[in-house]
Every structure is written in C-alpha cells, then in structure tokens.
C-alpha cells in the first residue's frame, strides 16, 4: 500500500522552529517530487514549498522564504521541512505529496499535480 507518513508537528511558540518529515512507504521517493502544503481553517490549501526528484529544484512560497527549508534524503525515503522564525499565520495542518515522473528537475505547489497524499500534521505557532 503506497502511503505517505507526515510527522514532526506540534505547539511551538512564535519565533520557535520545528522540523516535518515526510516517509514514505510502499514505494521509493526517489523518483517522485514532493510539495509541502497548509491548510489553516477556512481557508484553501495552498502550496508552501516543493522539491524535485533530484533535490536540484526547490520552490517556496513568498509567504516563507528565507524562514522554511525544503530538503530531501533519498536513502531514508524522507523529505524534510526546517520551519524556522514561525509565526502565529504559520499556524495550519501540513501535508507533504508525491508525483512520480520522469524530471529530475520538475516541482509544483500546485495541489492538482500531485498523486499521493499524506493525512497531514498540525502546526501551532502560539504563545
């Protein structure tokens, strides 16, 4: 059974960091982009970020450059996202997806080009 696995969430204070995992299982990631996705309540769920295959592209939302790393490690079938300086609007449950192809190099934060899909994890930002 092909499934993806998101873990690391949690209650963390403003300015505090967290770090998600994304495992998979059933199948190998190293063929497959991966995106990382929120969705706080009432609102849609919207791209946050996306690594491809390689590891060679990545992709951020404006809303978290320069706070949030993408990153991926093949041999652990495992895809990361280092959530740093976060803030109260980071608050959301996050998703990570999978889309096998053949491009080393392709991403998307577009949710319609994604397969798989994990049950997600809550991410708090409260003080």
Request: net charge positive; proline share 2%; glycine share 12%.
């Amino acid at each position: 059974q092909l499934q993806l696995v998101e873990s690391g969430g949690g209650l963390v204070q403003p300015g505090g960091a967290l770090r998600l995992s994304c495992a998979a299982s059933g199948f190998t990631l190293d063929s497959h982009a991966i995106g990382w996705f929120r969705q706080a309540p009432g609102k849609e769920r919207e791209g946050v970020s996306c690594i491809s295959s390689s590891g060679g592209s990545t992709t951020y939302a404006d809303s978290v450059k320069g706070r949030f790393t993408i990153s991926r490690d093949n041999a652990k079938n495992t895809v990361y996202l280092q959530m740093n300086s976060l803030k109260p609007e980071d608050t959301a449950v996050y998703y990570c997806a999978a889309r096998f192809l053949l491009s080393r190099s392709w991403c998307s934060m577009t949710r319609e080009q994604y397969s798989y899909w994990g049950q997600g994890t809550q991410v708090t930002v409260s003080s």
